[in-house]
T-cell receptor, first 114, second 112 residues
Framework: GNSVTQMEGPVTLSEEAFLTINCTYT??????LFWYVQYPGEGLQLLLK?????DKGSNKGFEATYRKETTSFHLEKGSVQVSDSAVYFC?????????????FGTGTRLKVLA | DVKVTQSSRYLVKRTGEKVFLECVQD?????MFWYRQDPGLGLRLIYF???????EKGDIPEGYSVSREKKERFSLILESASTNQTSMYLC???????????FGPGTRLLVL
């Protein structure tokens, strides 16, 4: 079946460090891929997405590229800030209209120290 | 901006009580979802609905039911709350297939 695997956290970085959070998926065909972020005490919000192979999603300095050959969608940011401290979820969706579901990874907690 | 609201941020209930969690979205989305979020398990789908009065079971529907009488409102019902239903409950909505999900702030439920 469809699944998403992301690296276990917590990830602790100093401000301005480079961030990578790994995400790989299992799915047939061409799912859409997402990164969501959850700040403390809040629901999830979309960070970025990609809908086809080689697409690059980007937002707020974060980037992720849809790699079909390695079934991956790793999240990167060149210079993290304390305000990026949150839980990050990788997700996919596929299926047909009316029967699709979203599959989420278990989340990776990021803590950025000043 | 899309807004998804949930009726309570925090709830404390007793074992055996009937619990209602309500979710309202203001963007005319057809599809709505209920998840529970537990540490180390991520988000697990309880139920979803792609139209008024339509519902589909997700991955963990046992002990839950749902109601969707109006397009903007999707209710989750715990028929007889148990301690293993202590969790964070998240509601989401989306316009359609492959589209972004918009989440509410969550309801943290404690069952004693």
């Amino acid at each position: 079946g469809n699944s998403v695997t992301q690296m276990e956290g917590p990830v602790t970085l100093s401000e301005e460090a480079f961030l990578t959070i790994n995400c790989t998926y299992t799915a047939t065909g061409y799912p859409s891929l997402f990164w969501y972020v959850q700040y403390p005490g809040e629901g999830l919000q979309l960070l970025l997405k990609a809908t086809k192979a080689d697409d690059k999603g980007s937002n707020k300095g974060f980037e992720a590229t849809y790699r079909k050959e390695t079934t991956s969608f790793h999240l990167e940011k060149g210079s993290v800030q304390v305000s990026d401290s949150a839980v990050y979820f990788c997700a996919l969706t596929k299926g047909t209209s009316g029967t699709y579901k979203y599959i989420f990874g278990t989340g990776t907690r990021l803590k950025v120290l000043a | 901006d899309v807004k998804v609201t949930q009726s309570s941020r925090y709830l404390v209930k007793r074992t055996g009580e009937k619990v209602f969690l309500e979710c309202v979205q203001d963007m005319d989305h057809e599809n709505m979802f209920w998840y529970r979020q537990d540490p180390g398990l991520g988000l697990r789908l309880i139920y979803f609905s792609y139209d008024v009065k339509m519902k589909e079971k997700g991955d963990i529907p046992e002990g839950y039911s749902v109601s969707r009488e109006k397009k903007e409102r999707f209710s989750l019902i715990l028929e007889s709350a148990s301690t293993n239903q202590t969790s964070m409950y998240l509601c989401a909505s989306t316009t359609g297939f492959r589209e972004t999900q918009y989440f509410g702030p969550g309801t943290r439920l404690l069952v004693l």
